[in-house]
């Protein structure tokens, strides 16, 4: 066998300590956006809260026909997605879901695919594309209740409730993308 070049032994090098840092990075933004969002002043009783969720970053997955065809039944007829479908292969009630998405769940009941909740529901639907190599439903709800050692706080469903969505969205992007942190 032959030694590689020293560039290349570099450049690998690089590449990994360039990942390295990545993940440190994520895994700081993931605690600043825990900090704030329980830094944020409770809601005066009686009123609803308008939570401003930002659209996530695009992802290079969303031209791939196969990851795109992989979520499609959580869209209704005109293209957004439904919080019912989400919650049901999410294996969570809609009440649940709308504690999540910081909304009611007569709010989620009455118009389940509003404007308003598609950038919120966005990630959902990214980590949701991991059915397309997990298989069924169930064992995607099972993927979303066991404990990851990649994953900070231990579970799937535990990021999505510490309101970890993009970092959980990126991780499962890696492992569709075969690039797991």
Known sequence: MTKAPRG?????????????????VERLLQQ??????????PAKAG?????AVSAPR??????????????????????????GRVAKVFGVSL?????????????????????????????FERVARLRLVIGSDAEFRKWLRMPNDSLVDG????????????????FVEDVLAGTPG
């Open 95 to 123: 009440s649940r879901l709308a504690r999540l998405l910081g909304r009611t769940k007569q709010a989620l009941s009455k118009t389940p695919d509003a404007d308003s909740l598609q950038a919120a529901l966005s990630y």
């Open 32 to 41: 600043v956006e825990v900090v704030l969002r329980n830094a944020a002043p």
């Open 47 to 51: 009123r609803s809260i308008s939570h």
């Open 155 to 170: 579970t799937p469903m535990k990021m999505l409730e510490a309101g970890q969505w993009q970092a959980l969205a990126d």
């Open 8 to 24: 290349e032994a570099d450049l690998a090098s690089l590449i990994s300590r360039l990942l390295e840092e990545k993940r440190r």
């Open 58 to 83: 695009p992802s290079p997955l969303d031209r791939v026909k196969e990851v795109l065809a992989a979520t499609a039944d959580l869209r209704v007829a005109n293209g957004n997605l439904s919080a």
